[in-house]
């Protein structure tokens, strides 16, 4: 049968999730403190707790000196007591010894109860923090415990979680005990415990819902492209397919839509709307708007920054492709990454008519659609009467608006590359150090100006100077800058950025290895001197040579010729080299000459020495 020491340990494992070494660790700390400040035993003592859990009896053993006579028990004990703890004691030895006090377990308690509490507390936040670290993204459940303030405080089981305002959905109302779904987006660890915040606003809320509740988003077989979300109004999700064969939007849609309709009732009847991703920007763009039908879309592709889609609708579909206060519109453009801009057909055919009539840029149109312009016209006259319209005088209107369109975007297409040529024309015309300078690194700049110019967005002195060829306006409109200034500006920094040093990057060392270390199978090169020509000591040729210990020096005389042949391919004597007269009994024609600049001796057989030489050899 357990002691009742037994069952409580267990009853705490249980309540606080904690393991049972951790419980043990923080006991036996408690009581090693607990120990030290009963005996007032100093902290340099080592002194060590064991806890038998079944039967709850605990013993202390404190480090002590094995002495002949005891002074203080509590550091010192007799070899007899050493030994019987450690048989191979001896006189000075540190042993430790059983020294529980006799009425330690009723001390213990008291002393130790707080400590005991305290680790277990801080064992519980730190286990606490990392069960919910790992769950961060993921949807938890949760009951209401209270509202303060605008915040929703959760109670998640074994600790509390926080819902801000922002995070919660628009006209959703929360009260004590209600039971909800909500996704952890931040944990953070903190003295009090972990932080845990909540969402139920969160896009990654609707893709979570969707995982739990479509087999095939979950196993990978239907991916969620993107989502955009305004909480508790509408969502727009474009889902792909993974495995050819599957139509996505009817697996998140499910039979007679009873996936997406409980996910509806979790989220309190926001609207969700299921399209098909396509990597057509026009297409999806179209799907982007439903339930809207979009007749036409024309891209304008500047980059992330300008990338503008004009939608041409119906007029019947204008208002629904728009939504209430612009909601499916915008939904649309945050889904596609695209600016939408939504006109109607009869906007458009005017705006087609206008441009036609007085732009001369498309005064050529007049003639190509000369039969659609007057059925255009006239549809119009009668769209403004409100008389009813046929459907083939809807193909006058499409076609002229088409026209139109495309060579408003053929033209801004011609602008656009011709103002990168002309932007790359004026940076050439700048040092490339331009771009790399900042206005801080200016210190003639002016204080104010060079703070007028951060604010304005400019940080280098190359934007500066570019925008200043470009369009001067864009900086005479700041405030304080006129011409003078602006003058005055452009001097500076051009000067500044042409005064930064340009570094070549250093050619890289070629490898010269000591002669002395390869033998000769080859005859080696001739070698030329000449007081004339002057080769640098990393253009000479790296034959192989003999061993400098085995070849006679021979000194060259600086006013001798090149060989016949006029290689001129030769090592020359430099002005300070070391020169030792020639051996008679030495092999003829073999030199060794010593380079300053290389720092080395070089050897070889020099042709057209002297004409006794020539005559000998």
Partial sequence: MKSEFALAFTEIGERSKLERSVILEALEAALVQAYRKALNASTAQEVNATIDVNSGKVLIYAEKEVVDEVQDNRTEATLELARQFDPLAQLGDLVKIDSTPPNFGRIAAQAAKQLVLQKLKEAERDSQYEEYAKREGEIIHGTVQSVSGGTVILQLGRAEAAMPRKEQMLGERYRQGDKLRVLCIGVRKEGRGPQITVSRAHKDMLRRLLELEVPEIYNGTVEIKDISREPGHRSKIAVAAGVPGIDPVGACVGMRGMRIQSIVKELHDEKIDVIEW??????????????????????????????????????????????????????????????????????????????????????????????????????????EERRPIMPEEYAFLNKVVDATERLRLSMQKADRAEREARIAAVRATFPAAAYALTLEEIPELDEVLRATLLAAGFASAGTVLETLALDEDAILKLDGVGPKVISDLHDLLLATAQAIPVVDPEPEPELQLPVAEFESTVAPEPVVATAATDVPAAELPTTPAQPAAEVPERVVDKDEDPDEDGEGKGMLAKAGAKKKKKDKGARRGRTIIYDEDADTFVTGRAAGLNEEDARLD
């Avoid at 579909?317 to 519109?329: K, W």
């Avoid at 695209?338 to 498309?362: F, G, H, M, N, V």
């Fill in 278 to 383: 396509s990597a057509d920007p026009s297409v999806f763009i179209s799907k982007a708007l439903s339930p809207a039908r979009v007749g036409a879309v024309y891209l304008e592709d500047g980059g992330l920054d300008m990338r503008n889609a004009t939608v041409v609708v119906p007029d019947d579909q204008l208002s629904l492709a728009i939504g209430r206060d612009g909601q499916n519109a915008r939904l649309a453009a945050k889904l596609t990454h695209w600016k939408i801009d939504i006109k109607s057909l009869s906007e458009c055919t005017r705006e087609s008519i206008k441009r036609i009539a007085e732009d001369p840029a498309y005064a050529h149109l007049q003639q190509i659609l000369e039969s659609e312009l007057k059925h255009a016209t006239a549809t119009i006259a009668k769209m």
